[in-house]
């Protein structure tokens, strides 16, 4: 069974604070994803790693960094957080060549 | 900006009933076709999928309808049971390189009563 895992389930954090989401997986996956979810918005990617130390842009990376050291890791960083960046942020990860994105089980962070 | 747009947006259904939900799609480039369910406090997981070659696709209870000439595409859920009651995703995908880019719809919440 494929497992992602996310640092934390729930973060309180204030503005202006730098904050870092982690992600693992276990499956030996290429490919890791960071999505954040809004109600009424849906899953919108934010940044995506095909390769270890690669990174792309996805449709809303503004306002955020990542970084992939390792292959099974995965990290999106808030370099100064604003209370716009509340948000449930999702991880996942995909097997090259296959289609499947298996979820971790979501950061609920809240920016005060 | 690629967009699937999805409604409704909410959808009460009694058990035993069928649940709809319907996407649309702009993008013809788009080849593949997954629907996700989520749980409350889980992570989206792989429902059911479909490839644009195909205009049905039944899994138990669940079938995807796909119409390429409209660029739209369903979700049906026979026989709606109150352990459907999740929000449902419905997306799109092309591959680039070695990576499927997924551009997901805004969600269906589905509640099915007793």
């Known amino acids: 069974d494929v497992k992602v895992t996310q640092s934390s389930r729930y973060l309180v954090k204030r503005t202006g604070e730098k904050v870092f989401l982690e992600c693992v997986q276990d499956?030996?996956?290429?490919?890791m994803f960071w999505y954040r979810q809004d109600p009424g918005l849906g899953l919108r990617l934010i940044y995506f790693?095909?390769?270890?130390?690669?990174?792309e842009k996805g449709d809303i990376p503004e306002g955020y960094s990542v970084s992939r050291e390792k292959k099974e890791r995965f990290s999106l960083i808030l370099e100064s957080a604003s209370t716009n960046q509340t948000s449930m942020y999702l991880c996942?990860?995909?097997?090259?060549?296959?289609?499947?994105?298996?979820f971790g089980p979501g950061t609920r962070l809240t920016v005060l | 900006q690629q967009q699937v747009k999805q409604s409704p947006q909410s959808l009460i259904v009694q058990k035993g009933g069928i649940s709809i939900i319907n996407c649309a799609y702009e993008n013809t480039a788009f080849d593949y076709f997954p629907w996700y369910q989520q749980f409350p406090g889980k992570g989206p997981a792989l429902l059911i999928a479909i490839r644009p070659d195909v205009s049905e696709k039944k899994e138990g209870r669940f079938t995807i309808s796909f119409n390429k000439s409209a660029k739209q595409f369903s979700l049906h859920i026979m026989d709606s049971q109150p352990g459907d009651s999740a929000t449902y995703f419905c997306a799109a995908s092309l591959r680039s390189g070695g990576y499927q880019k997924v551009t997901f719809g805004t969600g269906t919440k589905l509640q099915v009563i007793p």
């Open positions: 499956m030996d996956h290429e490919n």
């Open positions: 996942a990860s995909t097997d090259r060549g296959t289609d499947t994105q298996y």
């Open positions: 790693s095909y390769d270890v130390k690669m990174k």
